[in-house]
């Protein structure tokens, strides 16, 4: 059992791996014996989280803007200069905007849904032949969307972009798995709900707000992320091919 939901000797990339969701899922997969390399726009911050989570394993800072075509490019090429083949991928940079329906710009939309919904596509592309690499060396490699349950019930804010592109996300993450499932290479998602992140400040800040609309009384803690991407990215998740796991406390459910 303990070999099930072992990753030692793999290698993932998590993107956004240096704060919230990304980070949380990065140490996780650490304690779970990966060696694991984080990206996040701001070089600093990507060093300095690296340099952190290295107590608990081997951590490479590669940062770089997931965003734009050229920064994937680059992100490709620093990972290949420390190794010819990549297991897991976790898509997890991402963005949000809210603004009332009349005043939402455009600028806003292109911003989210090029980051959520776009970059995951275009950077696992990037990343395939890394993939396939990990897959001929015995495992299943692994890519995990990181979507939301505002991508599978409506959030009464106005996040229009944010909610279009998780939702965009979960549907993609079935139609990449159809293609890819037969080189070996599984792809799933996870849907959080409330955890603590820069994004989501509001079970930051209010958690004892956030937690009165949460069935389970609680918002979500680094162990509960951790747990589900290890899961996923581990043996015990090779047969599950194109779902989105909801890791929320069910909110969804409540949301009716």
């Known amino acids: 059992m303990q070999d099930l939901f072992s990753l030692a000797g793999r290698t993932a990339l998590v993107t956004g791996g240096s704060r919230g969701i990304g980070r949380m899922i990065a140490a996780g997969f650490l304690q779970a014996g990966a060696r694991v390399f984080i990206s996040a726009r701001k070089a ?5 989280a690296a340099a952190e989570l290295g107590k608990l394993g081997p951590c ?5 803007d997931v965003s734009t075509r ?3 490019a680059a992100l490709v090429a620093a990972l290949a200069a420390h190794t ?9 940079a991402g963005a949000a905007w809210g603004a009332p329906f009349d005043e939402f710009p455009e600028n806003g939309w292109d911003k989210v849904v090029d980051l959520n919904l776009k970059s995951p596509f275009f950077l696992t592309q990037a990343l ?3 993939l396939k690499a ?3 060396r015995g495992p299943v490699a692994k890519v995990i969307h990181i979507a939301s349950i505002d ?7 106005e996040t229009y972009s944010y909610q279009a592109s998780k939702a965009g996300l979960i549907h993609l993450t079935k139609r990449m798995a159809i293609q890819l499932a037969p080189e070996r290479i599984a792809v799933s998602a996870i849907a959080p709900g409330a955890f603590a992140s820069e994004m989501n400040r509001a079970a930051r800040d209010y958690a004892d707000q956030v937690i009165k609309h949460v069935p389970a009384g609680r ?3 680094d162990e509960d992320m951790a747990g589900a991407a290890i899961y996923l990215a581990s043996r015990a998740g090779d047969y599950v091919v194109g779902s989105t796991l909801v890791v929320d406390g069910g909110v969804t459910f409540a949301r009716g």
């Open 44 to 48: 600093e911050a990507c060093h300095a």
């Open 60 to 64: 490479t800072s590669l940062p770089a």
């Open 70 to 72: 050229e920064g994937q």
């Open 84 to 92: 010819p083949h990549l297991d897991i991928l976790v898509n997890n």
């Open 128 to 130: 395939h032949g890394m």
């Open 134 to 136: 990990g897959a001929a």
């Open 151 to 157: 991508g599978v019930s409506a959030n009464p804010l």
């Open 219 to 221: 918002i979500g803690t």
